[in-house]
């Protein structure tokens, strides 16, 4: 079993940046493949970036891609989601997410979630 606990979310101005943290406690951390989903208000949670066990393989949605980088430390049991030139459509709660299923996309894909942390980007 594995026990995420997102931080770093927060106010910020349209085109700044935040770095969210997700801290995993269970002992088999490096196994698993680790995903950011988001949810806006009125919408459904949608995936947003995600990487495999080793941090060799990232994965994007489309609207974030050259503005996010995921990235993990397998020694500090910890996953980033560095977010660049933020926009306000960005805005939402921000998901910390861990799997062993190979797969990224979905929310299906993932067995273990953290509480989220909000996002919100002003104009």
């Known amino acids: 079993q594995v026990q995420l606990v997102e931080s770093g979310g927060g106010l910020v101005q349209a085109g700044g940046s935040l770095r969210l943290s997700c801290e995993a406690s269970g002992r088999t951390f490096s196994r698993y493949a680790m995903g950011w989903f988001r949810q806006a208000p009125g919408k459904e949670r949608e995936f947003a970036a995600a990487?495999?066990?080793?941090?060799?393989?990232?994965y994007y949605v489309d609207s974030v891609k050259g503005r996010f980088t995921i990235s993990r430390d397998n020694a500090k049991n910890t996953v980033y989601l560095q977010m660049n030139n933020l926009k306000p459509e960005d805005t939402a709660v921000y998901y910390c997410a861990g799997g062993n299923r190979g797969n990224y996309y979905s929310t299906a894909d993932f067995d273990y979630w953290g509480q989220g942390t909000q996002v919100t980007v002003s104009s």
């Open positions: 990487i495999n066990w080793s941090g060799q393989s990232t």
